[in-house]
Each structure stands twice: as structure tokens, then as C-alpha cells.
T-cell receptor, first 113, second 116 residues
Framework: EAGVAQSPRYKIIEKRQSVAFWCNPISGHATLYWYQQILGQGPKLLIQFQNNGVVDDSQLPKDRFSAERLKGVDSTLKIQPAKLEDSAVYLC???????????FGNGTRLTVT | AQKVTQAQTEISVVEKEDVTLDCVYETRDTTYYLFWYKQPPSGELVFLIRRNSFDEQNEISGRYSWNFQKSTSSFNFTITASQVVDSAVYFCALSDPMDSNYQLIWGAGTKLIIKP
């Protein structure tokens, strides 16, 4: 089966600019996650979707981050405006059901200068 | 509170040595899942194993083995006859049974360096 697809692979922007990341989960996976991983740390959950509904966005900095999952398949994560501390790898993951393993994409490495 | 501790920040061994990565967890519940993931330099997180809290049998998969001990709240990972390709960051994670969203609680990761 095809894995979780993410794009772009790398992105460099200046602070205060905007950026968007795209994720296509594994077919049939209802649950989709966006994680932020800062160098040297474990993944930090930003937002969790179940189909096209938001399950948990308690750790999403909503003043600058937004995410959507229209039609319950693809998802986009946007940052506007970006700050230096947003430099990180943004990982998308999906799973079929509760407690099943998460399947991750390759991530997008964002550098904010 | 639920917590996962990976006390070893970085481990460096010479190829063919055996190496054990430690994982200690805290949870109040009796039902939970534990996971190990590998993150090679390319960046993707690769699922290695999931263990149910009711199954304390040790697991072996090729050169990889896992030792689950509920008495010490540990789920350690051993690589036998390590290879350079094993170099990666390894994460241990706990599925929070108190969380209806079944989110994962992650350790900080252990960076494993295998020197040729």
C-alpha cells in the first residue's frame, strides 16, 4: 500500500511569511495527525482529525497555525505569519483505528530565517 | 500523569556490538499500549513494534528484541550484532488509556550511533 505522502520536503522562508504543507494519508485511514518535531525532541501533536472533523487542536497555536481536512482525505497545515521558533520538521501521520500503529510521512523540514 | 522516559540521550557503539535502549513509562491504568519507532537520518518515523499491556512475553524479530516488564514499568529494546544501518533516533511511546483520542505520549528519543 502507498504510504503517507507529504509535500514539500523542504521549505525555507523568512519570518512573517506564510507557508502551507500538504498531506495525503494512507487510503482508508480515518484518523490524521499533524506533529511538530523540533530538532532533538520527540514529536509534539498539533492537531488530530477524525475524518474531516477536528478531534483535538488544543496544542495548535491558533493565532498563526491553521489546518483543514476537507472531504476527510487530504489535509493542509498553514502557518501565517511564521516565526523563527517555527523552524522544525512537520510530520503527518495516519492510522486506521484506536491504538493501531501510526504511519508517518517523510515530513517537511521548515527553516524560518 | 502519563509519562515516558528515555534516559539515554545518545549511545555510541562499534558495529557488531549489542546495545540496549531503555524505556520507562508511568501510567495509572492497567490497559495501555507501548510502541517503539525508529527515525533514521532521512526523517520519517518507522513503526517497529506495538505491545499490549496484558502481553508480557518478550518479542524477537531478527536482530531486534523487546523486553517488557510491568513490574519495573519498562519496555527495553535490544539490538543484537548492531549494524551501521541501525544508526537512528529511537522513540518509545505510550498510548494514553485515559485519553479517548488514543493519542501517543512520546519519550524524548535515544540517538544511536553505530560506528564501523
Amino acid at each position: 500500500e502507498a504510504g503517507v505522502a507529504q509535500s514539500p520536503r523542504y521549505k525555507i522562508i523568512e519570518k512573517r511569511q506564510s507557508v502551507a504543507f500538504w498531506c495525503n494519508p494512507i487510503s482508508g485511514h480515518a484518523t490524521l495527525y499533524w506533529y511538530q518535531q523540533i530538532l532533538g525532541q520527540g514529536p509534539k501533536l498539533l492537531i488530530q482529525f477524525q475524518n474531516n472533523g477536528v478531534v483535538d487542536d488544543s496544542q495548535l497555536p491558533k493565532d498563526r497555525f491553521s489546518a483543514e481536512r476537507l472531504k476527510g482525505v487530504d489535509s493542509t497545515l498553514k502557518i501565517q505569519p511564521a516565526k523563527l521558533e517555527d523552524s522544525a520538521v512537520y510530520l503527518c501521520a495516519s492510522r486506521t483505528r484506536q491504538n493501531s500503529p501510526l504511519h508517518f510521512g517523510n515530513g517537511t523540514r521548515l527553516t524560518v530565517t | 500523569a502519563q509519562k515516558v522516559t528515555q534516559a539515554q540521550t545518545e549511545i555510541s557503539v562499534v558495529e557488531k556490538e549489542d546495545v540496549t535502549l531503555d524505556c520507562v513509562y508511568e501510567t495509572r491504568d492497567t490497559t495501555y499500549y507501548l510502541f517503539w519507532y525508529k527515525q533514521p537520518p532521512s526523517g520519517e518515523l518507522v513503526f517497529l513494534i506495538r505491545r499490549n499491556s496484558f502481553d508480557e512475553q518478550n518479542e524477537i524479530s531478527g536482530r531486534y528484541s523487546w523486553n517488557f516488564q510491568k513490574s519495573t514499568s519498562s519496555f527495553n529494546f535490544t539490538i543484537t550484532a548492531s549494524q551501521v544501518v541501525d544508526s537512528a533516533v529511537y522513540f518509545c511511546a505510550l498510548s494514553d488509556p485515559m485519553d479517548s483520542n488514543y493519542q501517543l505520549i512520546w519519550g524524548a528519543g535515544t540517538k544511536l550511533i553505530i560506528k564501523p
